[in-house]
Structure formats: structure tokens, C-alpha cells
């Protein structure tokens, strides 16, 4: 009896010092395997801005970004944000398209989005973002220029198809792609007038990849790209037989079926006008 | 030149044993199964053997069951009865070696030398089954070995030139053998340059340079337990291959076993080997040494395999019984690197063999029963498993693209029986045999990707869930010796049900630059391989001989298209003389045109061809020490030619001069 008292005695100890260790919390870094691309602010916030590179650059961006107050040095946990990127050229300017800055689930202080930049700014050409937000009912706003140079590889297309709309076709994965079957999303916009970029439903985007430095070798059993619902991205499946440089050669076709723009790769065709680059 | 050609064929023919010696098993009416070539220049044979210092590749062409398919002048893929690497199976004493090269530059017989060999014991069909899984048959090449026997040291050196190809051969060899214990050591050198086709014309990128070392050593434990050791190890650099696009700059093999025997274990067990084996290859193809290439590619390659073997042999009452356990365990892998042309651009990467683990193991038994003076029987069976793995995942991954639902692994059962009776009597003989044996689909033909094929011009893509290849075997031969003559004429017939074959698929986009397109593994409902041997030998008098033999295959699928590689009439005859230590040979080898081609395969009409070589050799004795020399001219008429086996129809080799010593030391 005195043996079994001393083994519950060693038994609830060890379960206590093993509580009290896990309750050790330490404070989350929310942040972590993102980088911070810059921080814009006002006189009472400052927002800082984070991709997975810490950069920008022409094509599909998905930003997360935080809002801080600056005399708490508290991060907001919740709020309204809009964002609204507007590139300016040498006469005109055009904003781009967008999504909505929601709070990404599970974490305390982030919201997401994404903003695809058709163009890349040059010399005398520059993108611009202004960020709106409400807290406690109370309107807030800040901007700043922001740096987006062009992608080393294409990962945009822009284009006029036959029906006079001007499209935006834009790559969203494979950001790692692999020897392998890899799946691969993208979005399509309309581009409505200069402020708006409405989501294109149910079309369809054929995708024929091609390694130019190898004959235009391409890989079997590519999936188109199509949507599960409105509004969603276009997703199929993208075979890679090798590393090195790709070309996915691209067709988007209508509700109808009929191709708006890009041609088949056969013959003496060698690409099609609209593509995506992947180099791994 | 055709005429000299049928003279000699139709004259009567003779002993056979100056291109391949029948071993005497034992000395009752048994025939035996294997034909044996007895290998370098060893014992008393070295006398007679035209070349001594031949390739392995040469000493294994001069079988009817084989022929070579030549790349080059370098590692020739030996054929048996017709069919090649995958459906057969070459070991080196027992030992499982796997290839590391996805195009074939390095069959397991480029590993050794004829410095390492004693013999390779050629069976057909499933007779050869004992080591593994065969169709076509086995070789298995011996290793040379003194054993325990009390010859002491024994030094020897050979040496050799060649004026076609300027091939220069060094040898040594450094033995020692006593009651208890014994050390066989051997080096060998070769060294050759681009050789000439018939009419003095170049063929390009056909040099090569070997080394080649080996060491056997046995003790002795007990009066019937002894244990051996042996190593290989063997590197050949700057391998050219004039039928392919692609060259070798380093081929290198460590190959090494450890044997336990034990004599006499029970009563009535008679004999009892054990071996543990470990062989490694490392194959290095590249095209550094071609100047206009469409895009650099490296093509490196790995074989590993680990295995072993337990046999027992007894007899009881006129019964002959082996049983031979064995297993193996093969890594293999190779990847392509290609260099783009824009300096901007990555390599380009791939795994064409995704590092498949092949296990394999599997259990033969034969008995040969005696069942009278004339009558045996022989009956074999053999039972295994064999499970493939697919160990790297981005390999697996780029296979799933074409087979999405492919599984990791994949496990068959591999079974294989054969029956022979033969009959001895009076100066007849006669054998009957059938057979049934599966095999597995090889690496290549299971998990090749984009496998560039340089005949056809297709890149091979491998079939995962490829079903077991299996054949029904039939053969028999019927043979006439008499003092002075023996004929023989045997034939085999193999029915392959699920006959592996590349067949072209139109939706696939080839890799390779210039390809002609894409060949995924398929199998045909059947295919069918006939084969036909004749030999004729006559002794003329004491001092002269003739022999001869001719041969005939034939292949077809189930739509009566012909089979790629197919042998074409093919004749050899030899006029020989000998007196004392002089000795003397006039031959003469050709085809007619190979007319049953395979245009699929990329195969044209091969013409008819004929050469003649002539050879004489003499031995010397210098105080005490022996020397023999042999010299020959091989296509004395240097004929411009290529068989059916020259990948691509690179020509043969035109006129050639040799010389080779072989020198005693003591």
C-alpha cells in the first residue's frame, strides 16, 4: 500500500510538471516563412505587406498584410480592408485585378488577398496602392508607390480575344512545379473598363506543354483547366516529364467552345500566341 | 570467294572442338546439355584455339546458340537462340549481375575478361533456368581457378597486337596452388584505336580501353570444407559505340563473391555450395567526344545487386539430383542531364531508370534419371518470387504521368519446368525436350523512361503492369558419331504467349531530338522463335580435320511479321591441320542476305556476305619454359560486310593481322 501510494505520488507529479511545460506558450509568430515586402503607413497605423519572396512582380501576387496601431504597437485583430492598385502610365492609368483582403482563419492579426499585375512598372511607369479600412467605425486610409517589376518568367497573359473582350489570364500554381503530374491553377478576368476586372465563369483553358530547347517535346495526358463553381480559379493538371524550361501553351475557349484566343501547337505552329514560362 | 564458300560447307565437316568443346560429364551414354567454350589459354585446349587471346565477346560468338549484337568493337550484347538481354540470363559463377546502362553499351560479359575465365557453359531454353527466370537460356561464365591442387607457382604472360583497330593486349597472370590453399591472380590490358571496315574506310568512335583485374583464392578448412574468395574489378574507359549516339567514358564493375563448400555434409547429400555475392557498376555514357551534337546529355547509370545461392547435389540409384536455392536483391538507376543550348536555360533532368529495387527469390530442382543403358531423363522445375520497387519518389511521380494509378510495388510468381529424354544408342542419338518458363519484364521494359532506341529511332517508354512473358518450349536434336564423322542437327521452337515489344504509340510526343516518336512496352498475343543447327565434322586423316555448321532462325508475331535480330542463314567451315606443335587453319564464315527483316524495327535487307581467315600457330619451348604464338589474318579478302546483329548496320571489321604470345614463365 505504501509502494502504491509513493508510485501515485511520482505518477501525478510527473503529469503536473507535464502540464505546467505544455502551457508554456510561447507567443506565435504569425509571420513565419513569410517576408515582408514593405510597410506602408499613416499618422495612426502602419501596415506591413509580406509574400512568400518578400517582392512583387507581374502576373498573380498573393499578399498577407497586417495592420498596426502605431501608439499601442498593438497588431489590429479585425477590420474592414479594401486595396485598390493603381498603375500609373504615361497617359492613362488603370488599376488591376483583385480580390477581397479577408482574415485568414486561424490566426489572430493576418489578412489575405491577392492582386494580379498585368504590367510591370518601368522608368516612368509605376504601381500605386491605397489601402482602405474601417475600425471601430472609424474610416481610415494610407498609400504608397510600390515596386513590381516584371517576372523572370511569363506568368501573365493579356489579350484581346475574338469576341473584342479584352482578357487577363493569369498562373497561380504551380509555384513549385515538379517532375510529376502537378497541379495547376489559374484565373481568368475580363477587363470590364479601367477600374474593374470582373471574374470570367465557365470557360475552359487548354494547356499543351512544350520544352522549345527540345524539339517542342511535350508531356502526355495534360488536364484542362476549368472551375468547380463561378467565381473559383480554373484548375486541371500539368504534366512535367523533365526539368528545365517549359512553355505552356494556352487556348481559352468560351462556354461555347469556341477558342477566343491561342492556337494548337501542330505543324509548322510552333506556340500558340498566349503562354505561360516554368523553369525549374 | 562464294564458291571457296560452299566447297567448304559441303565438304564433309569434323570435329567441332576447335570452336566449341563438348565437356564429358561422365562417361556413360549421357549426353550433355551444355555446350561449353572453353575460354584463354589454358590446359591443353589453348593448342588449338585459333585466337587465344580473343575477346569473351569472340569466344562466345563462335557458340551456334549464340550470337552477339555489335555496337561497336566493344561489350558485345550476346543473343542465345535469338534472344537477347532481358529474356535471358548471364551470370559469372552462379552471380546475378545486372547491366547499369539503359542502351544496353554494357552486357554483363563487357565485365569480364578471358584472363578471369576457365569456360562459359551455354544452356538452351530452360535448361538454363537454375540460376533464374530465362526464356532463351543461360550463360553462365566460370571463373578460372586452380584449386587445391599441389602445382605451386605458376607465372604466365600473353601479349598481343592487332593491325585493324591497332588493339594492343597485356597479360599476367600469378598463381599459386597448394594441398590447402591456393591464389589465383590475373591482369589484363586492352587497348584499342578506331578500327577499319573492309575497303580501309574508318568507322568512327569504335576505340576502347579496358583494364581488368581478378583475384581467387581458396583454403582449405577440413578434408571437405573449404571456403573462396573472388574479386573483380574492371574499368573501361573511353568506350566508343559507332552505332550509337553516344559513347562511354567510364564502365567500371567491382564484382565479389564468398563460397562455402562443403563435401560430403551427410551421407546422402554430396556436395554442398553456398554463396554470398555483391556486385556494383558504375556506367558513365556521355557524348563529350562528339563534335555536332543537337543537345549535350549525360547519361549516367548504377547497378547494385546483392545476392546468394545454397546447392546440394546427390545421387541415389540412378538419380541425378540438384537443388539450388537463390536470391538476389537489385538496386538500379539511371538519370539523363541534358545541356541546353541557351546558356540562360536550366538543365534539363530525369530519372530514366527510377531506381527500381528488384527482389528476387526463387528455388530449382533437377534430377536426371538414368533409366537404362540408353534411356535418361531429365526433369527440372524451378518456383520463385520476384517483387519490383519503385525507391525514388520523383521517379515514381514522372512514371505516374503516363500511368497515374501505378503502384509503388509490384509482385509476381515466376514457375518454369522442362522435361528432356535422351536417347544413346549404337552410333544415334537422339533428345527430346520440352519446356515451359515465365520471366518478368526487365527494368527497361517495366519502368524505362523515354529510353532513346537509335535503330528505330523511337524513345521506349516502360509498362508497369506488363503480365508475366511466358513460353512454351519444344527442342530436340538427333546426332550420328562415327570413328572418323559426327553430324548433329537440333532445332527449337519457342511459343512466347505475351511477347514483350515495343509498339508505337501516335499521341506521344518524343523526347529525344529527332526522334521518330514514342514505343510504349506492349505485349503481343504471341510470338514465335525457330531455331536450326547443323554441324558436320570429319576426320580426314591424323593431321587434318574439317568442320562445319550452319544455322537458320526464324521469328514472327501472331500477325506473321517478322521478329527484330533474327539470324539469316549463316554457314562456318574450317580446314585444320596439325602436326606436332604446328598447327594450321583455313575458315570460312558468311550469310546469306537476311531477307526476313523487321521494318518496324528499323531493320533493312542485310546482304549476303562470306570472309575468310586463316591462322597458324606453333609452340616453342625455351629452356623448359613454354611459348606459344599464334598469328592469323581474320577477313583475309578485307570484305566491306555487316550481319544481322550490327546495330544499325555499322560494318564489321575489315582485314586484320594478330599476333598473340602466350608465355610460360614457369
Same mark, same amino acid.
Given at each position: 500500500?505504501?509502494?502504491?501510494?509513493?508510485?501515485?505520488?511520482?505518477?501525478?507529479?510527473?503529469?503536473?510538471?507535464?502540464? $505546467?511545460?505544455?502551457?508554456?506558450?510561447?507567443?506565435?509568430?504569425?509571420?513565419?516563412?513569410?517576408?515582408?515586402?514593405?510597410?506602408?503607413?499613416?499618422?495612426?497605423?502602419?501596415?506591413?505587406?509580406?509574400?512568400?519572396?518578400?517582392?512583387?512582380?507581374?502576373?498573380?501576387?498573393?499578399?498577407?498584410?497586417?495592420?498596426?496601431?502605431?501608439?499601442?504597437?498593438?497588431?489590429?485583430? /479585425?477590420?474592414?480592408?479594401?486595396?485598390?492598385?493603381?498603375?500609373?502610365?504615361?497617359?492613362?492609368?488603370?488599376?488591376?485585378?483583385?480580390?477581397?483582403?479577408?482574415?485568414?482563419?486561424?490566426?489572430?492579426?493576418?489578412?489575405?488577398?491577392?492582386?494580379?499585375?498585368?504590367?510591370?512598372?518601368?522608368?516612368?511607369?509605376?504601381?500605386?496602392?491605397?489601402?482602405?479600412?474601417?475600425?471601430?467605425?472609424? /474610416?481610415?486610409?494610407?498609400?504608397?508607390?510600390?515596386?513590381?517589376?516584371?517576372?523572370?518568367?511569363?506568368?501573365?497573359?493579356?489579350?484581346?480575344?475574338?469576341?473584342?473582350?479584352?482578357?487577363?489570364?493569369?498562373?497561380?500554381?504551380?509555384?513549385?512545379?515538379?517532375?510529376?503530374?502537378?497541379?495547376?491553377?489559374?484565373?481568368?478576368?475580363?477587363? *470590364?473598363?479601367?477600374?474593374?476586372?470582373?471574374?470570367?465563369?465557365?470557360?475552359?483553358?487548354?494547356?499543351?506543354?512544350?520544352?522549345?530547347?527540345?524539339?517542342?517535346?511535350?508531356?502526355?495526358?495534360?488536364?484542362?483547366?476549368?472551375?468547380?463553381?463561378?467565381?473559383?480559379?480554373?484548375?486541371?493538371?500539368?504534366?512535367?516529364?523533365?526539368?528545365?524550361?517549359?512553355?505552356?501553351?494556352?487556348?481559352?475557349?468560351?462556354?461555347?467552345?469556341?477558342?477566343?484566343?491561342?492556337?494548337?501547337?501542330?505543324?509548322?505552329?510552333?506556340?500558340?500566341?498566349?503562354?505561360?514560362?516554368?523553369?525549374? | 570467294?562464294?564458291?571457296?564458300?560452299?566447297?567448304?560447307?559441303?565438304?564433309?565437316?569434323?570435329?567441332?572442338?576447335?570452336?566449341?568443346?563438348?565437356?564429358?560429364?561422365?562417361?556413360?551414354?549421357?549426353?550433355?546439355?551444355?555446350?561449353?567454350? %572453353?575460354?584463354?589459354?589454358?590446359?591443353?585446349?589453348?593448342?588449338?584455339?585459333?585466337?587465344?587471346?580473343?575477346?569473351?565477346?569472340?569466344?562466345?560468338?563462335?557458340?551456334?546458340?549464340?550470337?552477339?549484337?555489335?555496337?561497336?568493337?566493344?561489350?558485345?550484347?550476346?543473343?542465345?537462340?535469338?534472344?537477347?538481354?532481358?529474356?535471358?540470363?548471364?551470370?559469372?559463377?552462379?552471380?546475378?549481375?545486372?547491366?547499369?546502362?539503359?542502351?544496353?553499351?554494357?552486357?554483363?560479359?563487357?565485365?569480364?575478361?578471358?584472363?578471369?575465365?576457365?569456360?562459359?557453359?551455354?544452356?538452351?531454353? +530452360?535448361?538454363?533456368?537454375?540460376?533464374?527466370?530465362?526464356?532463351?537460356?543461360?550463360?553462365?561464365?566460370?571463373?578460372?581457378? $586452380?584449386?587445391?591442387?599441389?602445382?605451386?607457382?605458376?607465372?604466365?604472360?600473353?601479349?598481343?597486337?592487332?593491325?585493324?583497330?591497332?588493339?594492343?593486349?597485356?597479360?599476367?597472370?600469378?598463381?599459386?596452388?597448394?594441398?590447402?590453399?591456393?591464389?589465383?591472380?590475373?591482369?589484363?590490358?586492352?587497348?584499342?584505336?578506331?578500327?577499319?571496315?573492309?575497303?580501309?574506310?574508318?568507322?568512327?568512335?569504335?576505340?576502347?580501353?579496358?583494364?581488368?583485374?581478378?583475384?581467387?583464392?581458396?583454403?582449405?578448412?577440413?578434408?571437405? +570444407?573449404?571456403?573462396?574468395?573472388?574479386?573483380?574489378?574492371?574499368?573501361?574507359?573511353?568506350?566508343?559505340?559507332?552505332?550509337?549516339?553516344?559513347?562511354?567514358?567510364?564502365?567500371?564493375?567491382?564484382?565479389?563473391?564468398?563460397?562455402?563448400?562443403?563435401?560430403?555434409?551427410?551421407?546422402?547429400?554430396?556436395?554442398? *555450395?553456398?554463396?554470398?555475392?555483391?556486385?556494383?557498376?558504375?556506367?558513365?555514357?556521355?557524348?563529350?567526344?562528339?563534335?555536332?551534337?543537337?543537345?549535350?546529355?549525360?547519361?549516367?547509370?548504377?547497378?547494385? $545487386?546483392?545476392?546468394?545461392?545454397?546447392?546440394?547435389?546427390?545421387?541415389?540409384?540412378?538419380?541425378?539430383?540438384?537443388?539450388?536455392?537463390?536470391?538476389?536483391?537489385?538496386? #538500379?538507376?539511371?538519370?539523363?542531364?541534358?545541356?541546353?543550348?541557351?546558356?540562360?536555360?536550366?538543365?534539363?533532368?530525369?530519372?530514366?531508370?527510377?531506381?527500381?529495387?528488384?527482389?528476387?527469390?526463387?528455388?530449382?530442382?533437377? /534430377?536426371?534419371?538414368?533409366?537404362?543403358?540408353?534411356?535418361?531423363?531429365?526433369?527440372?522445375?524451378?518456383?520463385?518470387?520476384?517483387?519490383?520497387? %519503385?525507391?525514388?519518389?520523383?521517379?515514381?511521380?514522372?512514371?505516374?504521368?503516363?500511368?497515374?494509378?501505378?503502384?509503388?510495388?509490384?509482385?509476381?510468381?515466376?514457375?518454369?519446368?522442362?522435361?528432356?529424354?535422351?536417347?544413346?544408342?549404337?552410333?544415334?542419338?537422339?533428345?527430346?525436350?520440352?519446356?515451359?518458363?515465365?520471366?518478368?519484364?526487365?527494368?527497361?521494359?517495366?519502368?524505362?523512361?523515354?529510353?532513346?532506341?537509335?535503330?528505330?529511332?523511337?524513345?521506349?517508354?516502360?509498362?508497369?503492369?506488363?503480365?508475366?512473358?511466358?513460353?512454351?518450349?519444344?527442342?530436340?536434336?538427333?546426332?550420328? $558419331?562415327?570413328?572418323?564423322?559426327?553430324?548433329?542437327?537440333?532445332?527449337?521452337?519457342?511459343?512466347?504467349?505475351?511477347?514483350?515489344?515495343?509498339?508505337?504509340?501516335?499521341?506521344?510526343?518524343?523526347?529525344?531530338?529527332?526522334?521518330?516518336?514514342? !514505343?510504349?512496352?506492349?505485349?503481343?498475343?504471341?510470338?514465335?522463335?525457330?531455331?536450326?543447327?547443323?554441324?558436320?565434322?570429319?576426320?580426314?586423316? +591424323?593431321?587434318?580435320?574439317?568442320?562445319?555448321?550452319?544455322?537458320?532462325?526464324?521469328?514472327?508475331?501472331?500477325?506473321?511479321?517478322?521478329?527484330?535480330?533474327? +539470324?539469316?542463314?549463316?554457314?562456318?567451315?574450317?580446314?585444320?591441320?596439325? !602436326?606436332?606443335?604446328?598447327?594450321?587453319?583455313?575458315?570460312?564464315?558468311?550469310?546469306?542476305?537476311?531477307?526476313?527483316? #523487321?521494318?518496324?524495327?528499323?531493320?533493312?535487307?542485310?546482304?549476303?556476305?562470306?570472309?575468310?581467315?586463316?591462322?597458324?600457330?606453333?609452340?616453342?619451348?625455351?629452356?623448359?619454359?613454354?611459348?606459344?604464338?599464334? %598469328?592469323?589474318?581474320?577477313?583475309?579478302?578485307?570484305?566491306?560486310?555487316?550481319?544481322?546483329? /550490327?546495330?544499325?548496320?555499322?560494318?564489321?571489321?575489315?582485314?586484320?593481322?594478330?599476333?598473340?604470345?602466350?608465355?610460360?614463365?614457369?
Amino acid at each position: 500500500m505504501k509502494l502504491f501510494k509513493y508510485i501515485s505520488l511520482l505518477l501525478v507529479a510527473a503529469v503536473a510538471s507535464c502540464s $505546467t511545460d505544455s502551457e508554456d506558450l510561447k507567443p506565435v509568430n504569425e509571420t513565419e516563412g513569410l517576408l515582408k515586402i514593405q510597410t506602408i503607413e499613416n499618422e495612426t497605423h502602419e501596415a506591413e505587406l509580406y509574400s512568400e519572396s518578400g517582392g512583387l512582380q507581374t502576373g498573380y501576387n498573393k499578399m498577407v498584410l497586417r495592420l498596426r496601431n502605431k501608439s499601442t504597437r498593438e497588431f489590429v485583430q /479585425d477590420a474592414e480592408i479594401e486595396w485598390n492598385p493603381m498603375m500609373h502610365m504615361e497617359t492613362k492609368q488603370h488599376s488591376a485585378p483583385k480580390s477581397k483582403v479577408s482574415k485568414i482563419p486561424g490566426t489572430n492579426t493576418l489578412f489575405e488577398g491577392y492582386i494580379v499585375f498585368q504590367m510591370p512598372e518601368n522608368d516612368t511607369e509605376f504601381w500605386h496602392l491605397s489601402l482602405n479600412y474601417s475600425l471601430d467605425g472609424k /474610416d481610415y486610409s494610407m498609400e504608397d508607390n510600390i515596386s513590381v517589376p516584371a517576372s523572370k518568367k511569363r506568368r501573365i497573359a493579356v489579350f484581346q480575344g475574338t469576341d473584342d473582350v479584352k482578357y487577363i489570364l493569369a498562373l497561380v500554381e504551380p509555384t513549385n512545379p515538379k517532375i510529376a503530374t502537378n497541379n495547376i491553377s489559374a484565373a481568368l478576368f475580363r477587363m *470590364e473598363n479601367m477600374e474593374s476586372f470582373p471574374v470570367v465563369n465557365n470557360y475552359r483553358i487548354l494547356i499543351d506543354p512544350r520544352m522549345p530547347g527540345m524539339d517542342n517535346h511535350s508531356s502526355p495526358n495534360n488536364v484542362p483547366l476549368i472551375q468547380s463553381e463561378a467565381g473559383e480559379l480554373y484548375k486541371g493538371k500539368l504534366n512535367l516529364t523533365m526539368s528545365g524550361y517549359w512553355k505552356i501553351n494556352l487556348q481559352v475557349e468560351n462556354p461555347e467552345g469556341e477558342v477566343v484566343k491561342g492556337e494548337k501547337v501542330e505543324g509548322t505552329t510552333e506556340a500558340s500566341s498566349i503562354f505561360f514560362e516554368l523553369e525549374f | 570467294m562464294k564458291k571457296l564458300a560452299f566447297i567448304l560447307l559441303l565438304c564433309p565437316f569434323f570435329r567441332n572442338d576447335l570452336v566449341a568443346q563438348e565437356k564429358e560429364i561422365d562417361t556413360t551414354n549421357y549426353i550433355p546439355m551444355k555446350e561449353i567454350i %572453353v575460354i584463354g589459354d589454358k590446359g591443353a585446349v589453348s593448342q588449338k584455339t585459333v585466337k587465344s587471346l580473343a575477346t569473351v565477346d569472340e569466344y562466345l560468338d563462335r557458340s551456334s546458340k549464340i550470337s552477339m549484337i555489335k555496337r561497336g568493337a566493344y561489350a558485345w550484347e550476346p543473343m542465345i537462340n535469338g534472344m537477347a538481354t532481358e529474356r535471358t540470363v548471364i551470370t559469372i559463377d552462379g552471380m546475378r549481375i545486372f547491366s547499369a546502362c539503359t542502351d544496353k553499351m554494357d552486357p554483363v560479359t563487357s565485365y569480364v575478361e578471358i584472363s578471369n575465365l576457365s569456360e562459359a557453359s551455354i544452356s538452351s531454353g +530452360q535448361e538454363g533456368a537454375e540460376y533464374g527466370a530465362t526464356i532463351g537460356g543461360a550463360v553462365n561464365m566460370e571463373l578460372h581457378k $586452380t584449386g587445391f591442387t599441389e602445382s605451386g607457382w605458376n607465372i604466365g604472360l600473353s601479349s598481343g597486337l592487332e593491325s585493324n583497330g591497332e588493339q594492343k593486349i597485356a597479360g599476367a597472370k600469378l598463381d599459386y596452388a597448394e594441398d590447402s590453399f591456393f591464389l589465383n591472380t590475373d591482369f589484363m590490358y586492352r587497348d584499342a584505336e578506331n578500327y577499319y571496315a573492309g575497303g580501309n574506310q574508318e568507322v568512327q568512335y569504335s576505340r576502347f580501353t579496358k583494364y581488368n583485374f581478378s583475384a581467387v583464392s581458396g583454403l582449405r578448412l577440413s578434408e571437405h +570444407q573449404t571456403l573462396q574468395g573472388s574479386l573483380i574489378f574492371d574499368k573501361a574507359t573511353d568506350v566508343g559505340y559507332p552505332a550509337l549516339p553516344m559513347d562511354v567514358s567510364s564502365a567500371e564493375a567491382v564484382i565479389t563473391s564468398l563460397k562455402y563448400e562443403h563435401h560430403k555434409p551427410l551421407d546422402y547429400i554430396d556436395h554442398w *555450395e553456398t554463396k554470398i555475392y555483391f556486385n556494383s557498376i558504375e556506367h558513365i555514357m556521355d557524348d563529350s567526344q562528339r563534335p555536332d551534337v543537337p543537345i549535350r546529355m549525360d547519361m549516367p547509370g548504377w547497378s547494385d $545487386t546483392y545476392g546468394f545461392y545454397s546447392k546440394i547435389n546427390t545421387s541415389l540409384k540412378g538419380h541425378e539430383i540438384k537443388v539450388n536455392l537463390n536470391s538476389f536483391y537489385n538496386k #538500379s538507376l539511371a538519370e539523363m542531364t541534358m545541356f541546353p543550348n541557351d546558356p540562360n536555360e536550366k538543365e534539363m533532368f530525369m530519372f530514366t531508370w527510377p531506381d527500381v529495387r528488384t527482389f528476387y527469390t526463387g528455388i530449382f530442382m533437377e /534430377d536426371r534419371i538414368r533409366l537404362n543403358d540408353y534411356l535418361h531423363l531429365n526433369l527440372s522445375g524451378s518456383l520463385g518470387s520476384q517483387t519490383n520497387r %519503385v525507391e525514388s519518389k520523383p521517379g515514381l511521380q514522372s512514371l505516374r504521368i503516363f500511368y497515374p494509378e501505378m503502384a509503388e510495388k509490384n509482385q509476381r510468381v515466376l514457375a518454369a519446368a522442362s522435361s528432356k529424354l535422351q536417347l544413346q544408342k549404337k552410333h544415334f542419338s537422339y533428345t527430346l525436350g520440352i519446356g515451359y518458363g515465365e520471366r518478368a519484364p526487365s527494368v527497361s521494359e517495366g519502368y524505362g523512361f523515354y529510353l532513346f532506341n537509335s535503330f528505330d529511332g523511337f524513345d521506349y517508354i516502360g509498362k508497369p503492369r506488363l503480365s508475366n512473358e511466358r513460353s512454351v518450349e519444344l527442342n530436340t536434336s538427333v546426332g550420328f $558419331t562415327k570413328k572418323r564423322w559426327s553430324i548433329k542437327a537440333s532445332g527449337s521452337y519457342f511459343h512466347i504467349n505475351n511477347y514483350i515489344l515495343g509498339k508505337p504509340d501516335a499521341a506521344l510526343s518524343p523526347m529525344t531530338i529527332g526522334a521518330n516518336g514514342v !514505343k510504349v512496352y506492349e505485349q503481343l498475343e504471341y510470338a514465335s522463335l525457330f531455331n536450326t543447327h547443323l554441324s558436320l565434322d570429319f576426320l580426314i586423316d +591424323q593431321h587434318w580435320n574439317f568442320n562445319g555448321k550452319a544455322i537458320y532462325n526464324l521469328g514472327r508475331d501472331h500477325n506473321n511479321e517478322n521478329l527484330p535480330l533474327v +539470324q539469316p542463314f549463316t554457314y562456318y567451315s574450317a580446314l585444320q591441320f596439325q !602436326k606436332g606443335f604446328f598447327s594450321a587453319e583455313a575458315a570460312v564464315e558468311g550469310a546469306l542476305k537476311q531477307s526476313d527483316f #523487321s521494318e518496324e524495327f528499323g531493320e533493312n535487307e542485310t546482304p549476303a556476305y562470306a570472309v575468310v581467315n586463316l591462322s597458324a600457330s606453333q609452340i616453342l619451348y625455351l629452356n623448359q619454359q613454354k611459348m606459344t604464338i599464334k %598469328v592469323g589474318a581474320e577477313n583475309l579478302f578485307d570484305t566491306y560486310y555487316s550481319t544481322f546483329s /550490327d546495330w544499325n548496320n555499322i560494318p564489321r571489321r575489315g582485314r586484320n593481322l594478330f599476333v598473340n604470345l602466350n608465355y610460360v614463365v614457369f
